[in-house]
């Protein structure tokens, strides 16, 4: 689409272009003639700065930051997004954009969700730690967020914001929350405030250079005294001969220029109040206190100056902490999803005695889902199935990832002609770097005949896009060795088998799950004794013991590092 028109390219050039860039590929960036900013202010006074222009293939893109810094718009940028911040109102709001995402989100806190989102035509390019747009491009979404006439002039390069004439009508819905405080405590008729207390309640009205506290009085008679704010921001009003409700009047507030409220009597028949004020992130210019003209209520009028770099950092760190919290639980192991290979029609290997594959794997699953709901009953157990039915492969993972399962794991039985081979082994998704682990995956992977539409199910399973699934599931492939390597030495300790080691191959079972996944053959039920060993009761119980020990210590690391 044209950035301009909105209408299709005609250039091959600027297609290939826009598909690079979503793609993620980094262009080359060529200086072209800058851009003239040009800003007229509230009180028509107009400002005048260059800013770079560059071509990116065929399109014309400059940096969105520098952009806005010459029209005064406050912002911080980092590798992840530009966060823009803006008075509109009487009510700061916060406006993010993100490299390679198409919607701009509004927020009125960084930690509260988006009121207001603004699809852009051409996604944001991430070249060289700085973020490009088109210019019209941020002149439309600006429009959009600002209610201001911002217009960008291909011909001669001229991008003119004037935020001197009133706000044009929004193009979008906006559906704005109230201020804070003013919904907290609304401004009501006089009848309504409790006539007990001379001073029943206040409003606070935050502007863009201060704020207003006006304090509601049922008499017209109350003296008062003001003590301004000191150099730690503490401020008292005194009343005499008056009375308050102390619980009312006490209040503390998460941000904004006044951060806490406190109402005590005093002993005379007075009422005081300390007023803290956050001078971390503003600075107080002037204050006035006065009876409001033609009332009975009095007016705290507080100018201050916004330092920008401090309440950036104050929302950066909320919103890390939020981040930080929703990291520790989204990944605590809370859900566990175990697969019993096989099942149903699909016996899997078959042992020296008869025994099937698919009746040892569902017991030990059985077993182990028993110890983790019996050590661990705040973690959850999603099984891919607890009887003798089939699922297809690919629904396997599919169930785990519809659970929010942060660990998969698969059961089997290995076989070989070689009938004295014996020994568990564990495997985790990867390119086959051995032919006996190929000819194990082969073998698993088997499975899919028994599918009436194999064909058509599983067409993208390739050797080519199992490289790309690899390199996508490579965040959690250092957790999947983790547990493939104490699954394997427990299986040693606890059950008694011959660890043969921690392999990689192209198990279609682990392509789906999206989250560290392993796959253990339990041993060779091929081998006559090992056979034995698996299909008895004590034979699954001591290798569930070993699968779920080996859980355990990569649990407690695992939280452990992340300080659970």
Request: charged share 25%; net charge positive; proline share 4%.
């Amino acid at each position: 689409m044209s950035i301009k028109s909105y209408k299709p390219y005609q250039p091959i050039t600027g297609v290939i272009t826009l598909m690079l860039l979503m793609l993620g590929f980094t262009p080359v960036l060529y200086a072209d003639a800058p851009i003239k900013v040009i800003l007229t202010s509230k009180n028509k006074t107009t400002s005048q700065k260059n800013v770079p222009l560059f071509s990116v293939g065929t399109l014309k893109m400059t940096a969105l930051y520098d952009l806005c810094q010459a029209l005064k718009i406050a912002g911080n940028q980092t590798p992840s997004e530009i966060t823009l911040s803006h008075v509109l109102d009487n009510q700061r709001q916060f406006c993010k954009v993100r490299p390679q995402n198409h919607f701009v989100t509004v927020h009125y806190g960084l930690d509260e969700a988006p009121f207001k989102i603004i699809q852009l035509g051409v996604s944001p390019a991430m070249i060289g730690g700085s973020m490009y747009l088109p210019p019209d491009e941020v002149a439309r979404f600006l429009t959009a967020w600002l209610s201001r006439q911002i217009t960008y002039n291909e011909s001669n390069q001229t991008f003119h914001a004037d935020f001197s004439k009133p706000k044009i009508k929004p193009t979008l819905n906006d559906t704005k929350s109230k201020n804070k405080y003013l919904s907290a405590l609304p401004i009501k008729p006089k009848s309504t405030y409790d006539s007990r207390f001379t001073i029943p309640a206040y409003v606070i009205d935050e502007k863009a250079n201060g704020a207003i506290m006006r304090l509601i009085c049922n008499r017209p008679e109350v003296e008062y005294e003001f003590i301004r704010p000191n150099k730690s921001g503490v401020a008292y009003l005194t009343f005499r001969n008056a009375t308050g409700d102390i619980k009312n009047l006490t209040q503390t507030f998460s941000d904004g220029l006044l951060k806490k409220v406190t109402a005590i009597p005093l002993k005379s028949g007075g009422l005081q109040l300390t007023l803290d004020f956050n001078i971390k992130q503003y600075r107080i210019k002037s204050t006035e206190f006065k009876r409001q003209p033609n009332g009975d209520d009095f007016l705290l009028h507080i100018l201050s100056d916004v330092d920008v770099k401090e309440i950036y950092k104050t929302e950066k760190q909320k919103e890390i902490n939020k981040l930080l919290k929703h990291d520790r639980e989204k990944w605590k192991l809370d859900v566990i999803a175990l697969d019993a290979g096989h099942g149903g029609k699909d016996p899997g290997a078959i042992g020296y005695y008869g025994t099937y594959e698919k009746t040892i794997a569902l017991g030990i699953v059985l077993e182990v889902g028993k110890l983790i709901k019996k050590h661990w009953p705040e973690v959850k157990v999603v099984y891919t199935r607890k009887s003798d039915k089939f699922i297809q492969l690919d629904e396997r993972g599919k169930i785990a990832n519809k659970h929010n399962s942060k660990l998969f794991v698969s059961i089997h039985c290995n076989a070989s002609r070689n009938r004295a081979i014996s020994g568990a082994e564990v495997y985790m998704l990867g390119l086959h770097k051995t032919d006996a682990a190929l000819k194990v995956a082969e073998r698993e992977n088997s499975v899919i005949l028994q599918e009436d539409d194999y064909k058509d199910r599983y067409k993208d399973y390739t050797d080519e896009n199992l490289i790309m699934i690899t390199m996508a599931q490579s965040a959690f492939s250092q957790q999947s060795q983790k547990i493939a390597e104490l699954i394997n030495d427990n299986m040693t300790r606890y059950a008694k088998r011959n660890g043969r080691g921690v392999k990689q191959a192209g198990f279609m079972v682990l392509w789906t799950p999206s989250m560290p996944s392993i796959l253990v053959e339990t041993g060779y039920i091929s081998n006559p004794k090992e056979e034995k060993f698996l299909k008895s009761k004590t034979g699954q119980k001591k290798v569930a013991n070993a699968i779920f020990n080996g859980l355990k210590k990569f649990r407690a690391q695992y939280e452990r590092e992340r300080r659970f």
